[in-house]
């Protein structure tokens, strides 16, 4: 099982990223996808999810910013990040969760660095 994950780096404050993760080994749409941020000196946390149904979920530091989405012809989720702010600088990570399984895999992590 491969995430790979691509489209981080470095954005003035107020312009748009989108990161996307491709992923092999796996069918995103059999699974829990998500995407976490790990800034220097903090915890990994959870900045969007999208469910096998399609249901997403968002941190309440992005909301109204990002978005989650997944194409399923090309095994690919993706993360839409607009209006970025300095606080969003951090290395973003995919996540593939089987809830069947409970089995879960992580990309290598891309980053994602907001200054001016």
């Known amino acids: 099982v491969q995430l790979v994950e691509s489209g981080g780096g470095l954005v003035q404050p107020g312009e748009s990223l989108r990161l996307s993760c491709a992923a092999s080994g796996i069918i995103v749409i059999f699974n829990a996808m998500a995407w976490y941020r790990q800034a220097p000196g903090k915890q990994r946390e959870l900045v969007a999810s999208?469910?096998?149904?399609?249901?997403?979920n968002y941190a309440d530091a992005v909301k109204g910013r990002f978005t989650i989405s997944r194409d399923n012809a090309k095994n690919t989720v993706y993360l839409q990040m607009n209006n970025l702010k300095p606080e969003d600088t951090a290395v973003y990570y995919c996540n593939a969760h089987n809830i069947a399984t409970n089995t879960g895999y992580w990309g290598q992590g891309t980053q994602v660095t907001v200054s001016s």
């Open positions: 999208i469910t096998r149904g399609g249901s997403t």
